[in-house]
């Protein structure tokens, strides 16, 4: 389970020379920091054997193209409920020659339609109404299709050792009890949690933590 950390400048350059070569060509697809630690438990073997990344709250495909960047031969499964930012996100798929499908839902426990925050920042969208100003105003509502992560990866029976990643914005538990059968099929899990939820209702990293060691995860690394 990883958060992005955002490494000193010099020392993540000189330890990942290519990542940095990316976050200058491709500035506003790439967290250097992520991209780097990415690479190291690669090459470390942190992370090793899996055979797709599948991509929950994918917004333009940033985390992506890092994947890609590291695993070049893995199909990579991104998921992006706002039909703006999923436009962007088929654009990068085709521009950076991603394998895999992307898909306009949002994940849940259920299949239902829920109302989506659109703020103005799209990387704060969510399915919960925030009760800070970090994530800045509501631009719109919107009703998007929820369905859960294990509907869709029956669908591929050949995943047996994924890289899943969740980026929900407080909607985590939600999102994992929707896919109990699909953790099975799980190598990795990486979750961006908070310590101080900036969503109404939205998940604690201490409740994250929880529910992972009760799908049988271990909590191995948190970057800030």
Known sequence: MFLDNL???FTA???APLCFVKRVRFPTMVSFGLLANLSKMRDKNVI?????IWDIGANHGQFAFMAHSVWPALPIYSFEPDPNSYHKLQENFKKFSFTGKTFCYALSDKVESKQ?????DNVNNSLLESNSHVSGAVNEFRTVDCTTLDSVARNYPEVTSAFLKLDVQGFELAVLAGSTIFLKQCLYV????SFSPTY?????AGEIILAM???GFECIDILD
């Open 7 to 9: 490494l000193p400048n």
């Open 13 to 15: 350059v000189i330890a």
């Open 48 to 52: 090793s054997k899996i055979d797709s």
């Open 116 to 120: 989506f925050y659109c703020y103005d």
């Open 190 to 193: 990486q979750i961006e949690v």
């Open 200 to 204: 109404i209702g939205g998940a604690h």
């Open 213 to 215: 060691r009760q799908y």
